[in-house]
């Protein structure tokens, strides 16, 4: 587990503050918030963040906009080349003020590189010219559903079998594994999936392999090797898939 490492936020004449690090696969980075917004966008790798009601799945070719206040973790699940916006309070204001999925196109990623690539020393009307049209792209970006309901932390038992299936959503770690792993019985961890998130595990785990599977097939995974390493055979993850989102993985979009 790590803390977050955020830029100075002190500096409110500064219209947004960039932030460009590295992190390894496999890296926690423990639930924190900050009074700016901000736009997480990775130039590389997978990652889901964590905030207190869902969990995202974030292939590069997505971002996750993120309000102020809002406490989040982020959990590494391959080598990352984070490039992060935060936008002051009164900027952040003028966007969306719940969690959001990001459809990150050609225009949007180089306005986002560009910025951070300014760091400390923005040259003024091309700074500001960057700055307005950036936020002009996030409002009209497309947003995705890459959205997984995640428990309240009341019940370390659930929260922590729900954080292994993400890390580990394959079919051939059955629920009587992860509930002896969670330290429960099957009957009471099926009972607090009802109860904390209106579904069974089976469902649930379904929702985070379909949304593991759409972060795969971003980057060009091969079908093929998505169902092997979710538990499926190619065929029964094609059908599995197509009765969720109504299409084939083979044809799924590629946005």
């Not at 990652?47 to 989040?72: C, D, F, I, K, Y």
């Not at 094609?238 to 590629?254: N, W």
Request: glycine letters at 6%; charged letters at 20%; one cysteine or more.
């Amino acid at each position: 587990m790590a803390l977050a490492m955020p830029p100075d936020l002190s500096d409110t004449d500064r219209p947004v503050q960039p932030l460009a690090r590295t992190y390894p696969r496999g890296l926690f980075i423990e639930p924190h918030a900050h009074v700016w917004g901000q736009l997480l966008y990775a130039m590389s790798g997978v990652m889901w963040v964590e905030t207190p009601h869902e969990a995202l799945a974030v292939p590069p070719q997505r971002a996750v906009w993120l309000p102020p206040g809002v406490s989040h973790g982020i959990r590494v699940v391959s080598d990352l080349q984070m490039r992060n916006i935060y936008l002051r309070p009164a900027l952040a204001e003028t966007l969306e003020s719940t969690v959001q999925v990001i459809e990150v196109g050609g225009l949007l990623r180089e306005l986002i590189v560009h910025l951070v690539e300014q760091g400390e020393d923005p040259r003024s009307d091309y700074y500001e010219a960057l700055v307005n049209l950036a936020l002009l792209e996030l409002k009209r970006a497309r947003r995705a559903f890459l959205k997984i309901p995640m428990p309240s932390a009341t019940d370390r038992r659930l929260m922590n079998l729900c954080q292994a299936v993400m890390s580990a959503p394959s079919l051939d770690i059955s629920f009587e594994q992860h509930a002896q792993s969670a330290g429960a019985s099957v009957r009471t961890l099926a009972r607090l999936f009802q109860g904390e998130l209106g579904m069974g595990f089976a469902e649930w785990r379904r929702q985070v392999q379909l949304a593991t599977a759409v972060a795969e097939l971003i980057q060009g995974v091969p079908v093929s090797r998505i169902a092997r390493a979710l538990g499926y055979s190619p065929s029964s993850f094609s059908d599995m898939f197509r009765r969720a989102l109504g299409v084939a993985p083979s044809h799924y979009p590629a946005g």
